[in-house]
């Protein structure tokens, strides 16, 4: 993935702290502000955490990546794709994407509230395949 591309065709400066949370969110998927600090710093030491929040919010508004909000987790984010929905094992912690065909279920939405739907966020719980086979 070129990340270079990616930010110019967001509207965003490329600079090596954007390009390096660019790089940590593709390999970890979807990640937590903490933990992406926590990697970032080991490549920008003297970066702050009021600098990450920063390119954050800038990436955001560019929605170049989204930010999936958990119910009782704290937020992840992740780069931004087409429409998906986010499995979470309740008991593992497992997080994951799924690809599935949203158009009917928001052009059913869209019809039963008369709102225009613009973005969708869907986070289904349940236990991954591992949890319900495991003895514990």
Do not use: W
């Not at 390009?19 to 710093?41: P, Q, R, T, W």
């Not at 929605?63 to 794709?81: A, C, D, Q, V």
């Amino acid at each position: 993935m070129n990340y270079e591309i990616l930010l110019r065709d967001h509207h965003l400066k490329v600079t090596p702290q954007r390009l390096g949370i660019l790089s940590i969110m593709h390999e970890y998927g979807h990640i937590a502000v903490d933990d992406l600090f926590a990697h970032i710093k080991k490549r920008f030491s003297s970066i702050s955490l009021a600098t990450l929040y920063k390119n954050i919010d800038a990436m955001l508004k560019n929605r170049l990546i989204s930010e999936i909000k958990i119910p009782n987790m704290k937020t992840r984010y992740e780069i931004s794709k087409a429409p998906h929905v986010h499995m979470l094992c309740t008991k593992c912690h497992e997080f994951i994407d799924l690809e599935l065909e949203l158009d009917e279920l928001v052009t059913a939405a869209s019809n039963k509230s008369h709102y225009i739907i613009n973005e969708t966020s869907i986070v289904l719980s349940g236990l991954c395949e591992s949890c319900q086979n495991s003895k514990e």
